[in-house]
């Protein structure tokens, strides 16, 4: 009988003759055909309804859900009877809008739906593809790293080999040195060798010319020459009367 009284004086204080025409059927209808999809017109049992509506209250049990309706019920009773909430226009407007909101909500949620299953298989797909790249990285860098697993044995033989080259190297610049040192030393004999028989050279000619000079010297004394003359002609009579005989 409250709900009644409400509802009449609501429906009496709105101004203009057209609400009062349309009346609440109309409005209820109305409000049904906004909330409700056309998937929906064809009839339904109403126990499946119930029970759908009855799934989508919070709760875990029947009895908790029974309790949530109970209890909306019972508060909006008690609102409505003691005129804590009365009826109006805004009232109207907002279960309109609200019935607008949940009309679009059905509409675009399984497009929605599908655009973000769509985006999150994009989203995987990237991620699934960076993993396996990355993976083959990584494949490929242990393969490269085991290739190079025996690294230090052949840094071992190239070290043994670079102190054998080591070794050779400075034996054969020691040998070169002393190879250096020898032609030094032979250069420095040779021309000290060069030197003393240009010395002895510059001596026999000094003496051979000093011979000369007193052999001349020596010819050309008068009494040198006589004692030369007489030795001649004395072999040459020797040698004649040799064959004489």
Request: with cysteine.
């Amino acid at each position: 009988m409250a709900l009644r009284q409400l509802s009449t004086r609501c429906l009496s204080g709105v101004n203009g003759p057209s609400l009062s025409v349309l009346g609440r059927p109309a409005v209820n209808s109305g409000i049904r055909r906004y909330t409700t999809p056309a998937s929906e017109e064809t009839p339904v049992d109403p126990k499946q309804k119930a029970l759908s509506i009855i799934d989508a209250l919070p709760g875990n049990s029947l009895i908790s859900k029974t309790g949530y309706i109970t209890l909306g019920t019972g508060l909006a009773t008690y609102v409505l009877s003691q005129e804590l909430y009365v009826i109006n226009e805004e009232t109207l407007v907002l279960v309109a809008f609200t019935g607008m909101a949940t009309l679009l909500y059905r509409g675009l949620k399984k497009p929605f739906n599908d655009w973000a299953a769509e985006e999150n298989e994009r989203v995987n797909g990237v991620l699934r593809q960076a993993r396996a790249d990355h993976k083959v990285a990584v494949q490929d860098r242990i393969e490269t790293v085991g290739q190079l697993g025996d690294i230090v044995d052949v840094t071992k033989a190239l070290f043994a080999m670079s102190k054998k080259t080591a070794a050779l190297e400075a034996e054969a610049f020691e040998l070169k040195q002393k190879v250096a040192a020898a032609a030094e030393i032979k250069s420095v004999l040779d021309s000290w060798v060069r030197h003393e028989a240009a010395v002895r050279e510059r001596e026999q000619k000094a003496l051979a010319e000093a011979v000369i000079e007193k052999v001349k010297a020596a010819i050309s004394d008068p009494k040198v020459q006589q004692q030369i003359l007489e030795e001649s002609v004395a072999e040459t009579e020797r040698i004649i009367g040799a064959k004489t005989a």
